[in-house]
């Protein structure tokens, strides 16, 4: 490891030292775990994660407004409740029918073993996202440019089959989703298993990606998939077993402009 590396883990060890604790989920540092972290149900927790994005406070607003008991309810009741529900992109009928969806998965499977599915034959975290959210597309049977956009489309392949690392968004909702139920510490929940987090890949979003342009740790100019991987890829000769450990403090380092 050369001089600059060097630095760099030891000021990612130390912020991970200061930021692993509940002090860093509060409404004074808004994020989207601090309502997730309210639930063991994983497929509340993923409504976390989807819906979040934008500024952090105003997601935290709107996740805070949700009654998440719904995924336990009629599709009447999801109905009537949340005819009056939008956020940025989804209008109140894509966000009914993200709670209907998920209320019939819930029903007949768990999302990890969906996950699972894709995962088990290569370890491929990016195989078991892919078959998960077509699994999601599925069920929903339904098409809007807002649910698009919250459940993300199957990722691109190539004509062997192969997910493409140029031409794939980073896919940051979803990374963090995983990071939160596969990881366990004072922040992430570990509530999946068969899962191994050396696997994980960085949830890359635009202050990640800055900070790690700054930081050394990419050089690549492009937020894409691609970008997301290199950055992992560094990331496991600081920790090989455990990479993904320095996400949340990359994240803060941004978002607090640290550097």
Not at 21 to 43: G, I
Not at 63 to 90: A, G, T
Not at 183 to 193: S, V
Not at 208 to 213: D, E, G, H, I, R
Request: aromatic share 12%; net charge positive; charged share 35%.
């Amino acid at each position: 490891m050369n001089k600059n590396d060097k630095k760099i883990k030891e000021l990612l060890d130390k912020e991970i030292k200061c930021r692993n604790n509940n002090c860093e989920l509060s409404y004074e540092k808004p994020d989207p775990l601090l309502v997730a972290s309210r639930f063991k149900d994983e497929y509340a927790i993923l409504l976390c994660a989807l819906f979040g994005y934008g500024k952090a406070s105003l997601i935290v607003k709107f996740l805070d407004s949700l009654d998440f008991s719904l995924l336990e309810s009629s599709e009447e009741k999801i109905d009537k409740e949340l005819n009056k529900f939008y956020y940025r992109f989804q209008n109140s009928e894509d966000v009914k029918t993200i709670f209907k969806t998920f209320r019939r998965m819930k029903q007949e499977n768990s999302l990890n073993d969906i996950f699972l599915k894709g995962y088990k034959k290569e370890n491929s975290v990016l195989d078991g996202l892919d078959f998960l959210i077509n699994t999601i597309n599925k069920y929903a049977s339904y098409s809007s440019q807002g649910f698009t956009f919250l459940v993300s489309s199957p990722l691109k392949k190539d004509k062997k089959g192969i997910i493409k690392e140029i031409g794939n968004a980073p896919y940051k909702r979803w990374h963090m989703f995983l990071r939160w139920m596969v990881r366990e510490d004072n922040l992430d929940l570990g509530l999946w298993k068969g899962i191994d987090k050396k696997d994980l890949i960085l949830p890359l979003d635009t202050h990640t990606f800055k900070v790690s342009q700054k930081l050394g740790l990419l050089d690549r100019k492009t937020y894409d998939l691609k970008s997301a991987l290199l950055v992992t890829q560094k990331l496991k000769e600081f920790d090989e077993l455990d990479p993904i450990k320095y996400d949340f403090a990359l994240y803060r380092i941004g978002q607090e402009k640290i550097i």
